[in-house]
């Protein structure tokens, strides 16, 4: 490794965790970067070396196997210069919770919870000795949102959110920075995994690329903010869901998946078969509280982030 500060960041082979993976060479980090397709990541590792002249090293690992993190964490511990964490490895389902194999939910489990906790254990010292550093863990709306279909992802990424506040009383005493960031739908390959993928691509004003996730989340970094919910829309998701009775939640989030579910046979065709029912109608309701000739431009703005970024 070539500069003092390195950044460690799980999952960098697509989407959120390839986005940071750029952002931190360009800001001069070396990198650690881990996935389990050694084929993507070589060529990230490769293009970002071209681009960016850091020091990029690979580390395979599936996150749900105990000594593939202890891998990990001991090529974390060899260099003892890891400035920045960002714990972005995860994956969803879409499967109710008794029709998918116990293992797919342990692995599940492991890889956002176990993985994420051994791996900030690993760095804290190094941070704390060093007075300086970033750990990132990358959560989700799904944190404030259960559905049919999460039970397990909501709950780990929950997890993640909780912990991260905790951590943050704990470690900013010692000039450490966390943040647990929480994107809503974003276009990576995430969706393509689950289940359910192809049944949120309708609605456009959901959506955000990783290019605003990741803006946001530094954003809200140099803010020393801890939660980081990128977009308007999101932030009022959570808020709206957050006041209605819970009952009215539960089905409305019930009636979501059923509409999502009919949706499937449109999908399928490339039909705007639309997001889940549910967030699609407060969708609806914010943009109805507009004139119909400025809601184009409205929708744009709230999906890229020219909004603030607020801790809730
Ligand atoms: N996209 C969204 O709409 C969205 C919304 C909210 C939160 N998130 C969160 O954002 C994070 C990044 O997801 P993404 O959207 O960027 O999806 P993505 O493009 O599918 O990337 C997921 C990354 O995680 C790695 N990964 C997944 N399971 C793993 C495991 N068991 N062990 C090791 N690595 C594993 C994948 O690497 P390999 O496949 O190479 O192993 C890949 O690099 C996830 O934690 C996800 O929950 C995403």
């Known amino acids: 490794m070539k500069n003092n500060k390195i950044a460690v960041i799980t999952g960098a082979s697509s989407g959120i965790g ?9 800001t001069g980090y070396d990198l650690i970067i881990t996935g389990r397709r050694i084929e993507k990541l070589s060529a990230i590792a ?10 990029v090293e690979i580390v395979l690992a599936e996150l749900s196997v105990e000594e593939e993190v202890l891998n990990l964490i001991n090529t974390i511990k060899s260099h003892n210069n890891v400035f920045v964490l960002v714990n972005n490895a995860g994956f969803g ?3 109710e919770f008794c029709q998918n194999e116990l293992s797919s939910h342990l692995q599940m489990v492991h890889t956002h919870v176990v993985a994420s906790i051994e791996l900030v254990y690993a760095v804290l010292p190094q941070m704390i000795s060093r007075k300086e550093g970033i750990i990132i863990n990358v959560s989700s709306l799904g944190a404030y949102m259960p559905a049919p ?3 397990i992802y909501s709950a780990t990424k ?4 909780s912990f991260s506040e905790s951590l943050y009383m704990e470690v900013h005493k010692h000039g450490i920075k966390v943040q647990c960031l929480c994107p809503g739908f974003t276009h990576t390959e995430f969706h393509q995994h689950r289940a359910d993928g192809q049944l949120a691509q309708g609605n456009k004003l959901l959506w955000m690329d990783t290019e605003t996730v990741l803006e946001t989340s530094i954003k809200a970094i140099n803010k020393d903010k801890i939660i980081c919910i990128p977009g308007m829309i999101n932030k009022l998701l959570v808020g709206v869901s957050a006041i209605l009775p819970r009952k009215l939640y539960y089905w409305l989030m019930q009636r979501s998946g059923k509409n999502a579910r009919k949706a499937l046979p449109a999908a399928e065709k490339g039909k705007d078969a639309g997001v889940p029912g ?12 507009f004139p119909e000739n400025i809601r184009p431009a409205i929708g744009q703005g709230l999906t890229q982030n020219n909004c603030s970024t607020k801790t809730f």
């Open 18 to 26: 390839k986005a940071f993976a750029q952002h931190f060479a360009e």
């Open 46 to 55: 490769r293009q970002i070396r071209e681009k960016s002249g850091v020091s």
């Open 278 to 289: 549910f967030l699609n109608k407060i969708n609806r309701f914010l943009m109805n509280c």
């Open 158 to 161: 929950l997890f993640l959110k």
């Open 149 to 151: 279909g999460s039970s």
């Open 93 to 95: 389902s879409g499967i």
